[in-house]
């Protein structure tokens, strides 16, 4: 339950926003009776902000015309929320992400009571988020111009660097972005290829609206999409395991990046595409139900071969203690 000084701060967006409101609506949409509303009106004139009232018994409030709020007003908690979400983009790869985050700090202390920039000073200090290493594009354009081709649904022409250096352009549609394993992707409907992608930020080497509409599938999870294109990928070997559990357990104990679960009358089937079975080795080793590999058989090969190293440490363990 929101306190008084979160419900005066939204009685005051919701004047900002609406221009005016009776008595009653503004007590309705702050969850309060009609007296809170005029206690809160005293508190909003003794912080410098003027508000006119209708005459009558339920007259419309406004703020006085041509009055303009101060720039930014935040709550105890939308301080925090600020704080932690400007430690993130620290580590989110963003271009000039060190500076970017230092400038927007210091402007939000200008506008904050002492109070506010103590908690937002001591996150800075104390926090640590374990996020991906990332990778940063040279700049955030494109990050920009794709954020706004999706929310416009406007299509784009763009020019892409792949992994071996070659360059391509294409005409794309971009229905959303994410970040994932350290790198921002762009998601959408690519015309060069007639069919779904996703691009790595950091490779696109320039966009260009062409200003023509396009309307993006209803529903479109990026991430989602993304997550599973990595699983999926084109890679030197092919896996098939029958895992023996059911399907939330699998889901738990294996990210959706590493392989694809379908449920089936035997078991839960794992999908994956590798390119080292050693490391895959190691994953399996640490899931704690029964599994039977179908393919390929060099895999068989490397978890049999974790196993032995497992016994020897355990052995070496033993012989010490």
């Keep these: 339950m929101p306190g008084p000084t979160a419900r005066v701060l939204a009685m005051l967006e919701l004047l900002q926003s609406h221009g005016g409101l009776v008595g009653s609506e503004l007590a309705r949409q702050l969850d309060v009776d009609p007296r809170t509303v005029r206690r809160y009106v005293v508190v909003l004139e003794e912080l410098g902000i003027p508000i006119t009232a209708d005459r009558g018994r339920d007259g419309r409030y406004r703020l006085v015309s041509g009055f303009k709020l101060p720039p ?12 932690v979400g400007l430690q993130a983009a620290r580590r989110l790869g963003l271009a000039e992400a060190e500076a970017s985050v230092s400038g927007a700090v210091a402007k939000l202390e200008r506008v904050m009571p002492e109070s506010l920039k103590r908690r937002v000073r001591a996150v800075g200090e104390t926090v640590a988020l374990s996020l991906s290493r990332a990778t940063a594009p040279e700049s955030n354009a494109a990050l920009a111009a794709l954020s706004e081709a999706a929310r416009t649904e406007t299509r784009v022409h ?42 790595r930020l950091d490779r696109i ?31 030197a070997f092919r896996v098939d395991i029958l895992l023996r559990t059911d399907l939330v357990t699998a889901r738990r104990e294996l990210s959706p990046s590493v392989a694809v679960l379908d449920w089936t009358r035997e078991g839960v089937r794992l999908h994956a595409q ?48």
């Design 205 to 235: 080497e320039g966009v260009r609206s062409l200003g023509t509409p396009f309307r993006r599938p209803e529903g479109f999870d990026a991430l989602a999409h993304l997550t599973h294109a990595l699983a999926t990928i084109e890679r």
């Design 274 to 321: 590798v390119d080292d079975l050693a490391w895959f080795a190691r994953e399996l080793a640490r899931l704690p139900f029964v599994f039977e590999i179908r393919r390929p058989a060099a895999l068989r090969g490397e978890v049999a071969r974790v196993a032995r190293r497992l016994l020897r440490s355990s052995n070496v363990k033993e012989d010490s203690s």
């Design 72 to 83: 930014m007003m935040f709550t105890d908690d939308e301080a925090l929320a600020l704080a």
């Design 158 to 199: 763009m020019r892409y660097r792949a992994r071996e250096g070659a360059e391509t352009a294409r005409d794309f549609d971009a229905y959303g972005l994410a970040y994932r394993e350290g790198c921002w992707y762009a998601v959408g409907w690519c015309h060069l290829r007639r069919g779904l992608r996703s691009f």
